[in-house]
């Protein structure tokens, strides 16, 4: 017997184990072994790469993360470790590193109710986007959820989007009359917030009975309840204990959240129209909206989605449904004026569907314009909202590359940097909806942690279908009616601080359209 004692880390009386060598024949052979010994994501990859770096001040990253964390990227490497008032997390852009990291199995998963975790000041262990993997309410929420934004959901829920869309005609129009800009990221958080009540809780929210129509309470409250648990989250741990100032204040918003949604849920129930069994794929057509589907959806067993995660998941599904929409929204106008050509050829895409101002789209119409879906995947690669895909090791795991990840760890999959990452894209800076336009592409960069910008894995987004149909949908209806310039007085920047990545000071101003091109000739 040959004992060789093998370890991982910067010493060997740590993470190190004695094992019987003599049996080995081939250098491949003792490797793998290692390798699953040790956790290795992919045990046929040598480890050796550089130490993490240790970087410099909260200023290496902010104020500007996005593009801080490119110039890291380029300088370090695939990782970059970051220690933050005593909370360390691991930032990636390399797609197969992603891949491992998304995967929700042995080495990896979302545990929300770690201190450290960036969703940890919203976790709500009752629903399906913000509790723990292994949480019991996880298989449950699961089971109900997905089913009330399948597809044929949400087709069956176009013409509420369709009409919350159009409800913002007015007030464009006014502003177009006058000569007049407007905020576009508040506009669009007035009206994904008009479509999302619509398909969530069948009210209308009336956002746009004037140009300057506060957003109602709920919107308010959600809005400074996502405000605060950012802010919060970035303290220290201790801070979001305190009884007073933001803490306290972010508590009493969650407490008239809770009971706002509790009161639209009770509202928009049709109980008189008896249960809805998941097994009937057709259950969520008799649905008046998503959350009357999941008050009265049943199992094979009969049992319902419990009370506080029937309440907890519309809270969520209101919450992630507005905010990552409106930045979305916000930034596919931003690129209809800063692109060139865009709005050009999208609207004659709308055009050639026969558009014609009074049309009632469908689910099927709206997804068969090519152009339209290849423009909004380039949005999402150049401008994705979502940052928060943080995952936890479940043990101690040395990840491609030989990057070693202590048990516990936050590591999150930067989706800025990885879908512009210059070593897997081509020209990755230059906005082309033609690298969209080949049969299942996306599909492919998807399957190789490429093009993720919905997440990936069993928590991925569930909601994707609904966010893109709400987009696409708000698209055709504005650049038909509209031309849009740029009207910002200074360069466009961000929010750093806020749970999605928004524009803050991009302004356009909307032109009526007198004349549309005519139909392209068919081939």
């Not at 490797?31 to 770096?53: H, I, N, V, Y």
């Not at 298989?139 to 369709?162: D, E, M, N």
């Not at 949005?379 to 202590?406: C, E, K, W």
């Amino acid at each position: 017997m040959q004992v060789q004692r093998f370890f991982i880390g910067h010493s060997a009386g740590e993470n190190g184990q004695e094992m019987d060598v003599s049996g080995f024949t081939t250098f491949q052979q003792l490797k793998s072994t290692l390798g699953q010994t040790f956790a290795f994501a992919d045990p046929s990859l040598p480890p050796g790469p550089r130490e993490l770096p240790v970087v410099g001040n909260h200023y290496e990253i902010y104020p500007d993360p996005l593009g801080n964390y490119d110039r890291l990227f380029a300088r370090y490497g695939p990782i970059v470790k970051t220690v933050n008032m005593g909370t360390t997390i691991y930032q990636t852009n390399d797609p197969e590193i992603a891949r491992y990291v998304l995967r929700e199995g042995d080495l990896f998963t979302k545990n929300t109710s770690q201190q450290t975790h960036p969703l940890y000041y919203m976790q709500q262990q009752s629903a399906l986007f913000t509790c723990d993997s292994d949480s019991p309410a996880f298989p449950i929420a699961h089971k109900f959820v997905p089913p009330a934004l399948s597809p044929r959901a949400i087709a069956h829920h176009t013409p509420l989007i369709q009409a919350a869309a159009r409800s913002i005609f007015p007030v464009l129009d006014q502003l177009a009359d006058e000569d007049k800009a407007f905020n576009v990221y508040q506009y669009m958080f007035k009206l994904a917030g008009m479509v999302i009540w619509r398909v969530v809780v069948n009210e209308d929210l009336e956002h746009f009975k004037a140009v300057d129509t506060q957003p109602a309470k709920t919107i308010q409250v959600l809005g400074e309840w996502l405000h605060l648990m950012k802010k919060t989250s970035m303290r220290p741990k201790w801070y979001g204990s305190l009884p007073f100032g933001d803490p306290a204040h972010l508590r009493a918003a969650q407490r008239e959240l809770w009971a706002d949604v509790e009161a639209s849920i009770d509202k928009c129930t049709r109980k008189e129209d008896g249960t809805l069994p998941l097994s009937d794929p057709a259950a969520s057509l008799r649905a008046s909206c998503m959350a009357d589907f999941l008050a009265r959806a049943r199992d094979e067993k009969g049992d319902g989605l419990p009370r506080d995660m029937l309440i907890s998941n519309v809270v969520i599904l209101l919450g992630a449904g507005f905010t990552t929409s409106a930045s979305l929204l916000s930034w596919c106008i931003y690129s209809l004026v800063h692109y060139p050509g865009m709005q050009a050829r999208l609207l004659q895409e709308i055009i050639d569907h026969g558009a014609d101002g009074k049309r009632d789209w469908t689910y099927e119409e709206v997804n068969a314009m090519r152009f339209l879906d290849c423009f909004v995947k380039e949005v999402q690669r150049m401008h994705n909202p979502s940052f928060q895909t943080a995952r936890n090791a479940r043990r101690d795991v040395v990840l491609p590359g030989g990057y070693l990840i202590p048990k516990g760890s936050i590591v999150i999959p930067c989706f800025p940097s990885l879908h512009k990452n210059p070593a897997h894209w081509d020209n990755p800076t230059l906005f082309n909806p033609d690298r969209w336009t080949e049969d299942g592409i996306a599909g492919r960069l998807a399957r190789k942690g490429l093009y993720t910008p919905f997440a990936a894995g069993r928590r991925g987004c569930v909601g994707f279908n609904l966010a893109l149909m709400e987009v696409k949908t708000v698209l055709v209806e504005l650049v038909h009616r509209y031309h849009f310039e740029d009207a910002s007085p200074e360069t466009v920047v961000y929010d750093p601080e806020f749970l999605v990545i928004r524009p803050i000071n991009f302004y356009v101003s909307p032109e009526k359209r007198t004349e549309w091109p005519a139909p392209s000739p068919k081939a």
